[in-house]
């Protein structure tokens, strides 16, 4: 196999209208086609019973079989219109979708909003991975308009920041269908319009389907320029705001979206790899001759952090890296690391006279504490946290024989930065690399990294076959790189008046960017303020993990915020209100939730309400919560949880839904069982038994409204996150009396807070 | 030594070994992706397949031990999406990113084909030991009313 190996694109991929059975795609599909270029030799890739057969006997007539029921020529010619779409003369349109599909459902939000602009017909519109091409497919950062950019789906930013160019680009696009129905009947353009798939002109009561109008078209090679004028009115929006259904969940029923993990190729090898249990440790020595010896063993790779070994089968793989014996280097920075001791050193980092790095300084915070009539102070404690997206890591990769150009198949957040990694580990340039973008299960942050696509490469690179990287969940969980740690400390001043004038909040912690993230609260009216960043230094993989340092600075935010209100004897609803005064859409999304959850009202016996406000990628939204407590084992059960949110035009309501409880089963999560520890430099958990997440008996009931707004849309995917352990938190204290400040909020922990 | 077994209703040989673990067979030698690998040691549910009928962990059951017996994955659920299940599931937009639905639907399944009407209660402990990442958990729980609801046949096609 050689960089020109090509699917054939673009037929026969991904899911139409008609939602077949097995959408078929590169990575989306059942089935994968390939086909050697230029050689006599063709193979089937073929998922499913038939695979039975083709994984070892690599049969030119299945391919011919499958080929030939999806040849080129059996389908109606399909035309370019601009970059984003292709119209076939029976009117299917294409659209290409350039985020990652990771349940977040992008992969329909995205072609619904070029859909609109368009008005194409949705039931006709079928969905393909775009070209990784940055430079067309990409996005800006701040979400503006201009064309290339990242095509990393993160921070919440998929819809957000396409928003406006899908926009543009679906106007361009009907614009040139205008123009070409114009020039063909001889109108002028100003009396055409149009409906889902068609040009209407109303006065002679003509009609033409826009594959009619593509059998014609004449488009230029750039697209004319429109504007936001020529935009359409929120009012007449047919699909954004109106839920569809997501294309990918009918193969996500029965099995047969294809995931990275599922992809075959002919010749494939199994690879995996003994990664350092001491974060980048190097292999010293290894039974490499043992190893070598083993049976199918193919071939071993001595990493910087690790060793790998490829081999025939799954099972010859797993049997030869037991058989390892490594000896690692000392000298890693993470050599000895004992988190629970580093944490609770934090606290003299926190006291250390020696000033941070300042995040936002306002007004005078020394004078401020200084005048107040009452000081509060508390310190927050948050453990690591592993991603555990739900399929662990892995790739297939196929370096070709001269190792100068490879074929990957992977599920990634950033296909291009991914794309790029590869071509910079090969030495080639990224044209030499073909990426197939896989549905991914899960991302949480975590498939940003490219690390595991290169190691797939640096397999396959050895052998010179197609290795499929297989990450065990202790792989995963061991070589993860996490939430950070981190403490906050807070104080806070207030007047006689009973007025919140002085803030200070100093996290300290190793993660940079990781830790500032979400500090601040520029909602919140304090007039003086000072936050501050202290850093510390472990050795230990870190990484931006779903809303990144919003989940323990909100934590700690608005537990203090409560405590605060305990404190002065104001009701939490009350004291948020007043602080947000300055925000009506803060103010507005506070009074949302409290009438959602009767706020005020007495709560049946047993139970307590806590309530939280964040921002996060540009949504307000505000949670409260319902829990209960069993006194004698110390665990907390979250019955309710209602969440009120801003966050614009809500693109796909059904699917923002989801994401905002999906985001606050994740924050539920980590506020109530999540945990990562360290000793001897080692990450002492391993699996789910001791690691765990959110079960279906831990799930509250969720109630989730979006505030009505023609605003551009802000992020879905993490505000959730954030907005649960605070409200947790306060529950907690509502009920007992006692502040719960260290996440998560385990047994241990509980009781002691009640007993402390 | 060969392994005979029914797979999906039809019967398949494998040349794997006898000590290795069904999960892989199915995935790696006999096409059958629709199994995910979550954790490989029975903690997750996501490799849930039907032994004659019961739900059982593939990643921790070995494939000497499927000799002539009867296994079904997720692709045998149904043909064509048809399992009442399904049906809810799509209803109900239930997937995120999916990777562990398959295991819902083939631990969901085990429960209406002994239970067609269950409680919310026999629901969340029958389903509690698959994990979803994603936190589909709510709408796992009301596919499976609207299943239970529209189907007053056994809802099993594995007995
Ligand atoms: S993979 Fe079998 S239970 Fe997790
Ligand atoms: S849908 Fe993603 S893990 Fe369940």
């Known amino acids: 196999m050689n960089a020109r190996t090509r699917l054939p694109s673009p037929e026969g991929h991904s899911s139409s209208g008609e939602a077949p059975r097995t959408p078929r795609g590169t990575c989306q599909s059942r089935r994968t086609f390939l086909r050697r270029a230029g050689g006599g030799l063709s193979f089937a890739l073929v998922f499913g019973p038939a695979g039975l057969a083709a994984r070892r006997t690599d049969s030119p007539d299945i391919l011919d079989a499958l080929v030939g029921a999806d040849a080129p020529g059996s389908r109606p010619a399909e035309h370019p219109f601009g970059a984003w779409v292709r119209i076939a003369t029976d009117g299917q349109v294409l659209i290409y979708n350039p985020a990652a599909e990771m349940g977040q459902g992008s992969m329909t939000a995205l072609p619904v909003i070029l ?65 070409n129905v114009a020039r063909e009947w001889g109108v002028p353009p100003g009396e055409l319009t149009t409906g889902p798939g068609v040009v209407v002109h109303a006065e002679s009561g003509r009609r033409i389907s826009y594959g009619e109008v593509a059998a014609f078209a004449e488009v230029p090679d750039e697209l004319p320029e429109v504007s936001e004028a020529d935009l359409k009115s929120p009012a007449d929006f047919r699909l954004i705001g109106h839920s569809v259904p997501r294309r990918d969940v009918p193969a996500k029923t029965d099995g047969s979206a294809i995931f990275a993990m599922d992809v075959q190729v002919p010749d494939m090898l199994y690879g995996v790899i003994a990664r350092a249990p001491v974060h980048e440790a190097r292999p010293a020595s290894f039974n490499e ?207 006689s008046g009973g007025n919140l004038t002085a803030w200070t909040h100093t996290v300290v912690g190793d993660g940079r960017g990781l830790l ?74 506070l009074d949302e939730v409290a009438e959602m959850a009767g706020w005020g009202a007495e709560p049946p016996s047993g139970r307590a309400r806590g309530v939280a406000f964040v921002e996060r990628s540009g949504t307000l939204a505000a949670g409260v919560a319902e829990i209960s407590l069993d006194e004698t084992s110390g665990r907390i059960r979250v019955h309710r949880f209602w969440c009120a949110a801003d966050g614009g035009t809500i693109v796909q309501p059904r699917n923002a839904r989801a994401q905002i409880e999906g985001g606050i089963v994740n924050g539920l999560s980590t506020a109530l069982f999540e945990r990562l520890t360290l000793r001897g430099g080692r990450v002492e958990q391993s699996n789910f038994h001791d690691y765990s997440i959110l079960r279906m008996s831990d799930m509250p009931d969720i109630d989730v409204r979006f505030i009505p707004s023609t605003e551009p849309p802000m992020g879905m995917g993490e505000p959730g996150v954030p907005v649960a352990a605070g409200a947790v938190a306060n529950a907690f204290a509502a009920l007992t009396g006692r502040p719960l400040r260290h996440m998560p909020f385990t047994p241990e922990r509980v009781l002691e807070a009640l007993n402390g | 030594m060969p392994t005979t077994f029914t797979l999906n209703g039809k019967p398949v040989t494998s040349d794997a070994p006898g000590n290795a673990m069904l999960l892989w067979v199915l995935r790696e030698r006999l096409g059958m992706t629709g199994t995910r690998f979550g954790c490989g040691v029975g903690e997750c549910g996501a490799c849930t397949v039907h032994l004659d009928g019961d739900p059982v962990h593939a990643c921790r059951l070995r494939l000497s031990r499927v000799a002539g017996r009867e296994i079904t994955t997720i692709e045998g659920l149904s043909k064509d999406r048809s399992h009442a299940l399904q049906q809810a599931w799509i209803e109900e937009e239930v997937p995120q990113c999916g990777y562990c639905q398959s295991g819902q639907l083939m631990q969901a399944a085990s429960l209406l084909a002994a239970n067609p009407s269950p409680t919310r209660e026999e629901i969340v402990s029958h389903m509690d030991g698959v994990l979803c990442r994603c936190g589909t958990y709510g709408r796992i729980i009301r596919a499976i009313e609207r299943a239970s609801a529209v189907n007053t046949a056994p809802a099993g096609r594995t007995r």
Not at chain 1, 156 to 173: F, T
Not at chain 1, 547 to 574: L, T, Y
């Open chain 1, 289 to 495: 001759a043992e190893v070598r010896g083993k049976p199918g063993v193919v071939g071993t790779v001595t990493l910087d952090y690790g060793v790998g070994v490829v081999a025939e089968t799954v099972e010859e793989a797993f049997a030869a890296r037991d058989a390892m014996g490594i000896e690692w280097a000392g000298g890693a920075r993470a050599e000895g690391f004992d988190s629970v001791a580093a944490l609770g050193a934090y606290t003299g980092i926190a006291d250390g006279e020696s000033r941070g790095r300042p995040l936002s300084e306002r007004g005078d915070v020394g004078a401020a504490l200084e005048a107040a009539a009452a000081r509060y102070e508390a310190d927050y404690f948050n453990d690591y946290v592993y991603h555990a997206q739900m399929e662990p890591l892995g790739a297939v990769a196929s370096v070709n024989a001269a190792g100068d150009g490879a074929e990957v198949w992977a599920g990634t957040q950033a296909p291009d930065m991914a794309r790029a990694a590869v071509a910079r580990e090969l030495g080639v340039a990224v044209e030499q690399v073909t990426f197939h973008p896989c549905y991914l299960g899960g991302g949480l942050g975590r498939r940003t990294m490219a690390d595991y696509i290169v190691e797939a490469v640096q397999l396959s690179r050895s052998v010179r076959r197609p290795v499929k990287l297989i990450w065990t969940r202790e792989d995963d969980l061991r070589y993860g790189a996490f939430r950070p740690m981190s403490l906050q400390r807070l104080t806070a001043g207030v007047d």
């Open chain 1, 115 to 179: 859909a609109e602009e368009m008005d194409a017909d949705w039931d006709r519109v079928r969905i393909e991975h775009s070209p990784v091409e940055p430079g067309v497919y990409g996005r800006s950062w701040g979400g503006g308009r201009g064309r290339g950019g990242s095509m990393m789906t993160a921070g919440s930013m998929a819809v957000r920041g396409y928003y406006m160019n899908l926009r543009l680009a679906g106007a361009q696009i009907r614009r040139v269908l205008l123009d």
């Open chain 1, 516 to 589: 500032a993230s979400g500090i601040s609260i520029g909602y919140y009216d304090i007039p003086n303020q000072r936050i501050e960043m202290r850093g510390a230094s472990h050795g230990v993989r870190t990484k931006h993990w779903r809303a990144v340092g919003h989940g323990p600075n909100k934590f700690a935010i608005e537990a203090f915020i409560d405590d605060i209100a305990r404190g002065e004897g104001i009701d939490p609803v009350e004291l948020r209100r007043t602080l947000l005064g300055g925000s009506p859409r803060g103010v507005a999304v």
